[in-house]
């Protein structure tokens, strides 16, 4: 989700918001600097987890491979109970090779809809058809850091060849293919990846590095009939449809036959990269050598500056884009978010239109049904999410922006986006507001520690958690944690109404 859409869902969020009685004080509170939180115990694992984690990820790549696994499971066997942290390092784990931790992990996990989606977008991604014993799963994970991190595919691919370790593994198949790649030899490279494939059609890397290898060897129209069976491949979550998306735009850059082209969607996979700043440069050198590619290159620089916050730049180039060429998708959406954004709301409904007309996605649906929203026609702007909502339940924006005209859906939909998008912080903090809302203080403790860990300097984490504080009667910290929220945001704090909830007005 970007940075605009969760702009309403924070104005959801303040709509939704249990502020607590405030008792005023007849002097300033203080409290230390380096101390600066209610839930020091939070604080202290949190750091400690990063640590180690980060410990574990630099050796890693340092290929000090026994040592990042024994930093992981270390992780492992001192981690409290958190679905949160045990996904995000689920994935990772995965993504190295260390698919007995992963998989450890993954068993810790409370079963429910929450983690259900992304255990199986894990396993549909990274995992081999069998297990592999710890000895070789070390042995491969060194051969995968060596590949990717330092610089030795040929060494290590050769290495590979010549070793009974993990004979029987798809996934060592996987590794030779990835070292042929990265080493040049594409002939070696699809043999030893159609012979993973063979043994595990069910992974869905092993079929994006085969549609590289042969956008790579020129063999474009196999390529790109591989890629539009990937595409077919269900994934629910946004990391996953980010990793698929990614790919996408890497072999359409390889298979593209104008330099132009090329450019465009090297710069669109480099912003997908988050590398946002290296797309804009590719695109600037496009736009000297292309003219007739304007509108494309124009629209993409548009969308680029918009999703990092630089409307004005935005503005400018998507205005570019539509005027060379008004069939512009990625023009038009970015025109119509950008008026939305500026309360232009005529302007907005006309830009959604004219997207919607271009293209099969529901994104601009989802823009005029909140356009209405914001022009009072309330009648149309339910009935479109209503439509919306029945056949799109794994959209995100959608999702969220639904809520602003049913927010007694609440309960059912913000736990739902968690399970597409678990780096979405506002989600969490919606969902510790639910639970303070039920008193149900426990979870509310748990969607809080998720926020922290994803952003120690969120001013209404510490709002919520000096609610949160306030009801278990530690009053005094509850103080604390409401001086570090003004201290983040002072115009938040000085907005709560002391003894209001908008829950007595039911």
Known sequence: MNNKVLKNLIVLLLMLSTPAVIAAESKPLKIKAETNAANMDMVIKDNFVKAKYASAENRFAQSNVKASYDDFNDLIQRAAHDDYVFLVYGMKMAEFGFFDLSDALIKKLDVNGFTSSYVSDIKKYYYPSAMINQKDLLYLADAYSNIVYNNMAIETTSELLNSTHAAESDYKNYLIALGYYKSNDLQQALKYINNAIVENDFNVNYQILKAKILADSNKSKQALKLLAKIKKEEFKTVDFQNKIRAAEEYILYKTSKEDALKDYH????????????????????????????????????????????????????????????NDNYLAAITLADLSYDNRKYDEALKYYKK??????????????????????????????????????QNDENLLVDSLQVFP??????????????????????????????????????????????????????YYYLSLVLRAKGEYAQADQSLIRCSRLNSDYAADVNPGHSIYDEE
Do not use: C
């Open 355 to 392: 997207a919607k007309r271009l293209t099969k996605d529901i994104e601009p649906s989802v823009g005029m049904a909140k356009s209405y929203l914001a022009m009072e026609k309330d009648k149309k702007s339910k009935k479109l999410y209503e439509k919306l909502l029945k056949k799109n």
């Open 408 to 461: 007694q859906n609440a309960d059912y939909y913000l736990p739902r986006v968690a399970s597409i998008d678990i780096t979405n912080n506002d989600i969490w903090l919606g969902l510790a507001n639910l639970a303070i809302r039920d008193k149900n203080y426990t979870m509310a403790t748990t969607y809080l520690n998720n926020s922290y860990y994803i952003d120690a300097n969120n001013f209404k984490y």
């Open 266 to 325: 090297l710069a669109y996979y480099y912003h997908l990269q988050e590398k946002s700043l290296l797309a804009t440069k590719v695109l600037q050198t496009a736009i000297l050598h292309a003219k007739q590619y304007s509108p494309m290159i124009f629209s993409l620089l548009g969308r680029i500056f918009y999703e990092n916050d630089e409307p004005l730049k935005a503005e400018e180039f998507a205005g570019r884009a539509y005027k060379e060429d």
